[in-house]
């Protein structure tokens, strides 16, 4: 199989189950996060990352152009290592609706920054992340920002699960 019918496929399925499982939230769920341990999302900042995880990151492999505030300094020398902002400093969405037009139109960008690509790209280029400077090919960081939504999307999964909401394998699979 080549990248762009692989990649094609895990972005639908990634995309139809992520906006699936949001549509079982009420507005009221946007609050709720775990009580044990420290340092979790409410379930809006997670609605707001997720719909900013997959195809802005693409974007950013596909042209190079990091339009994420805090990847906007990735050719400057690093000095010392960041960490991640803790969860009291991240934004949320306000709605259910905010949510899924996020998952939109990050799902449009993942799509237009794919078919920036040609497959020779996806198999050869090397595409180092603001993160992670190892230089693996366009297709493997792409399928790897599939995965991050996908853990995201479990993560969610899981989020409904602990509030009692009635879900199963069948909702976090999409089958």
């Not at 949320?92 to 998952?103: E, N, P, R």
Request: proline share 7%; net charge neutral; glycine share 6%.
């Amino acid at each position: 199989m080549t990248w762009k019918p692989l990649l094609e496929k895990q972005l639908e399925d990634a995309f139809k189950v992520a906006e699936r499982l949001v549509r079982l939230l009420d507005e009221k769920d946007l609050a709720w996060k775990p009580t044990q341990g420290s340092n979790w999302m409410t379930t809006g900042q997670l609605l707001l990352h997720m719909g900013k995880s997959c195809g802005v990151p693409m974007k950013g492999f596909a042209t190079g152009n990091w339009d994420m505030p805090a990847h906007s300094d990735m050719n400057e020398k690093k000095t010392e290592k960041k960490m991640p902002p803790s969860s009291e400093q991240l934004q949320a969405v306000s709605t259910i609706d905010d949510a899924l037009k996020l998952l939109s139109f990050d799902k449009a960008l993942a799509f237009e920054a794919l078919s920036s690509c040609t497959e020779e790209e996806l198999d050869s280029k090397p595409a180092p992340a603001p993160w992670d400077p190892t230089p693996l090919n366009l297709g493997l960081r792409m399928l790897q920002m599939i995965d991050h939504l996908n853990q995201h999307k479990a993560q969610l999964f899981y989020y409904l699960k602990l509030q009692g909401k009635p879900v199963n394998t069948f909702h976090l699979y999409g089958k």
